[in-house]
């Protein structure tokens, strides 16, 4: 008998945080809470979320509540506020604790077992999913899926399965790959393309769905990365850009990657994980990494505007 995630605590509330908070409590609302301190804490309490139209008000605790500690752990904060939010989930992992990062990039994971024991991870990327959050207003017409599971997956232990069951229990759309690691730098190429090329051109998708020039920077940026992986021991493939422009041309023309999403309003993007991880790992390997090198340049003068 696997043991059921009763409790579920979020830290980050952006739009793909706040998504996911949601299927939760239209589970059950007693299950999810969101960590939060500060103004943003009495922001929540206050005024709540509104996701898709629907007013959520969650229950929100503090860092340094002492309670109980939680089943399942979904960490969905940007790269530089992972090392704050490590030390703020900390009262939430007890012994039984499953951590899943929703991040971006391919060392959060890594990050996290440096701190709790790779023992409390799972590997999980999301691929998909439209949500964008302005105020206290988040919004998605895709959920997309998250792909999720030990290193490898050819039978499914107690960890995956106690996921499984809350993700099919809250109809969170998932896949559990028998190579997770080939997954998350699968992800990892298609951010370093379509999220860089659209922060330094401003388009949304639109823009790559009918311009080859826009496409062939994405891509380009893509095969740097692809070469990284081969280095690393993980096979990517031409065939995965194709399949990626297949999905790409299903999204809503006037969707927007998040680091466009960052640009427009003025925040800090995550370059420093997608083209400073790139052109790190191109000097490691010995790959020569010009686009990525580019993007990195560009973007670090667009946020230092």
């Known amino acids: 008998m696997v043991a059921p995630i009763k409790t579920i605590s979020v830290i980050g509330a952006g739009g793909m945080g706040a998504a996911y908070a949601s299927k939760f409590y239209d589970l059950d609302k007693n ?31 503090r860092p340094e509540e002492k309670g109980s ?11 530089h506020q992972l090392g704050e939010a490590l030390k703020d989930i900390s009262n939430m992992v007890g012994e039984n604790t499953l951590i899943l990062s929703v991040m971006n990039g391919i060392e959060s994971e890594a ?17 998909g999913i439209d949500a964008v959050r302005q105020g206290n207003r988040v919004s998605f017409s895709r959920q997309g899926k998250l792909f999720f599971g030990e290193a490898e997956n050819i039978d499914y232990n107690e960890r995956v399965k106690r996921v499984q069951s809350l993700f099919d229990q809250a109809e969170i759309v998932y896949e559990i790959p028998e190579d997770m690691i080939r997954t998350l730098w699968w992800k990892f190429m298609i951010n370093a393309g379509i ?20 496409k062939e ?51 800090k993007t995550e ?35």
């Open 31 to 61: 299950r999810v809470f969101l960590i939060a301190k500060g103004e943003r804490y009495d922001r929540l309490k206050e005024k709540g979320l509104i996701v898709n139209g629907r007013h959520y008000f969650f229950n929100v605790i």
């Open 69 to 79: 500690p939680s089943d399942l752990i979904l960490v969905a904060v940007k790269h």
């Open 111 to 127: 990050q996290i077992g440096a701190v709790y024991g790779m023992d409390k991870l799972l590997y999980c990327v999301a691929v």
């Open 195 to 214: 999220n860089q090329a659209s922060a330094v051109l401003g388009a949304p998708y639109s823009v790559f769905q009918r311009s080859g020039d826009a």
């Open 217 to 267: 920077l994405m891509e380009s940026a893509m095969r740097e990365v692809m070469a990284i992986a081969q280095a690393t021991g993980v096979h990517l493939s031409e065939a995965d850009i194709t399949n990626w422009n297949l999905f790409l041309s299903s999204l809503s023309p006037d969707g927007k990657t998040s680091m466009l999403q960052d640009i427009e309003a003025r925040r």
């Open 271 to 305: 370059i420093e994980m997608f083209a400073g991880k790139v052109i790190e790992l191109g000097k490691e390997h010995g790959i020569p990494t010009p686009v990525n090198q580019t993007l990195y340049r560009v973007i670090k003068v667009i946020e230092g505007d």
